[in-house]
């Protein structure tokens, strides 16, 4: 089976070739810049490379567009031309986009409607929640808890008091493969954990977990935020527990920081 992962030195990408290479495939991967050969046949096309971080979309729209949205339509239309199956990660921030990272996603997700219907092309769209992991370099677990640990001061947006799905990487990755091994057909699903919790609860998680007093400071949202963004439907299986996570991160910094 010819399997291509683009993001493949991404964060998440890092984790779906090294899940897939540990389960006995042998995955092609490319990142944004690098060529692909279009010529060879790819069974499926998992594509998770992108510009992702909210923020620097809006003084960089142009490119946000082009690794985006240009970047899906080009593995989209390899996927239909090769009769590929084609997973896309879409996210919760779609519904009205308030920035251009969230509207290259949205449109991205018309498009893929529209090939759909137009060629059958087969699709799985991925709706991800909070991914966390040890890898990161972003995102509220992974910068709370090295905060806390090398006693810095984390920011937190608004109030704390809006509630978020944190999932896993690794249970992406292990959703990914069970698309790889054929047990989930085309079509549309949440990657949560199911299970909402609040920044402020994280942080008290943190403080637990690390033995430590987070010290915080507060600041606007930078844009629109919802109150509240769980997966009602998650198909992850068994989906790791919030502060077992954390405890990973927690390891994973006291070694890297030894």
């Not at 080009?74 to 779609?94: Q, V």
């Not at 920035?99 to 996603?105: F, R, V």
């Not at 915080?216 to 844009?223: A, H, L, Q, R, S």
């Amino acid at each position: 089976m010819n399997i291509l992962v683009t993001g493949s030195k991404g964060f998440i990408g890092t984790e779906i070739m090294k899940c897939l290479q540990e389960n006995g495939y042998s995955p092609d991967g490319v990142d944004i810049g690098d060529s692909v050969d279009e010529k060879k046949k790819y069974d499926i096309i998992l594509h998770f490379g992108a510009r992702t971080l909210i923020r620097n979309s809006f003084s960089k729209p142009y490119e946000y567009f082009e690794d985006g949205l240009g970047l899906t339509m080009k593995y989209l239309e390899l996927a239909r031309k090769h009769d590929s199956l084609f997973l896309f990660p879409s996210s919760g921030s779609t519904a009205e986009p308030s920035n251009p990272y969230s509207l290259t996603k949205k449109q991205a997700v018309e498009w893929i409607n529209l090939y759909r219907k137009l060629y059958s092309t087969r699709v799985i769209i991925f709706r991800l929640f909070n991914i966390y992991g040890t890898t990161a370099r972003k995102g509220a677990v992974y910068l709370f808890t090295n905060a806390a640990l090398k006693e810095q001061t984390a920011t937190i947006y608004g109030d704390g008091s809006h509630v978020r799905d944190y999932v896993n990487v690794l249970d992406l990755a292990k959703t990914v493969l069970e698309v790889v091994n054929g047990n989930i057909n085309p079509g549309d699903y949440e990657i949560g954990s199911g299970v909402g919790t609040s920044v402020n609860e994280v942080i008290s998680m943190v403080e637990k977990v690390t033995g430590k007093k987070l010290k915080t400071e507060k600041k606007p949202f930078i844009v629109d935020e919802a109150d509240e963004l769980i997966a009602h439907n998650t198909i992850v299986k068994n989906p790791m527990k919030l502060i077992d996570g954390i405890k990973l991160i927690r390891d994973s910094l006291v070694t890297e920081n030894k």
